[in-house]
């Protein structure tokens, strides 16, 4: 057993946190570029685009992360890629998170009444003018709470990124617990960073919340 004093153990689980606010930004981002892409396929009423955006939230809902970070990384190696755990995690992330925050933003869309639709018509706006003037901003004060709250999600999912071989802080833990046989001490450490990465989300939504209510 190594002898790590409690300042060993968190020093060396925040140099593995950085790697799960490192994918977690990935995820968000890229997840929100193209899930704002998909939303906008869908509204648009392109050909087919419906039909083909519903199909891929269903199957990226309808199925456990877990299994899409498996097939991300195992599924490059059947092409003969051979891709590191930080690409097959951040692909399979941000597909999940694309998923989940254009259904999440199509909802807010939807909840704009449709009197606004048509006083934008009206106007003779295009699509893009009326989600810029008229649409977008209505349904961005509505998105932030849940799209904070599935932030907080997407960084506790980040976990499961252990599963491939990605050394974040869950795995960080596991693999400290297997040199100290502290694993209390070690995951009560974990949790608290956990705590400490998804409170100030949390928080920034409600303070940004208010901002936007008291500027309506």
Not at 132 to 151: D, S
Request: charge should be positive; glycine fraction near 8%.
């Amino acid at each position: 057993m190594v002898d790590f004093t409690w300042w060993d153990i968190l020093r060396n689980l925040l140099l593995a946190a950085r790697w799960t606010v490192a994918l977690s930004l990935i995820a968000l981002v890229g997840g929100g570029l193209l899930g704002a892409a998909l939303l906008l396929a869908r509204l648009a009423r392109w050909p087919g685009a419906a039909t083909a955006v519903s199909a891929y939230v269903q199957l990226f809902q309808g199925t456990p992360l877990l299994m899409q970070l498996f097939l991300a990384y195992f599924g490059f190696a059947l092409l003969g890629l051979n891709v590191s755990a930080w690409v097959a995690a951040g692909l399979a992330l941000t597909l999940y998170s694309s998923a989940y925050l254009t259904e999440i933003w199509r909802g807010c869309v939807q909840a704009i009444p449709r009197g606004q639709w048509e006083a934008a018509d009206s106007l003779a706006l295009s699509f893009g003018e009326k989600m810029r003037h008229v649409i977008g901003p209505q349904a961005l004060r509505l998105a932030i709470a849940p799209t904070v709250g599935f932030a907080v999600q997407a960084v506790k999912g980040t976990a499961l990124a252990s599963v491939i071989g990605f050394v974040e802080l869950t795995k960080a833990g596991g693999m400290i617990t297997n040199a100290t046989f502290r694993p209390f001490t070690v995951y009560a450490f974990v949790a608290l960073l956990y705590f400490a990465l998804c409170f100030p989300l949390s928080a920034w939504s409600r303070s940004l919340e208010r901002k936007l209510r008291r500027a309506h």
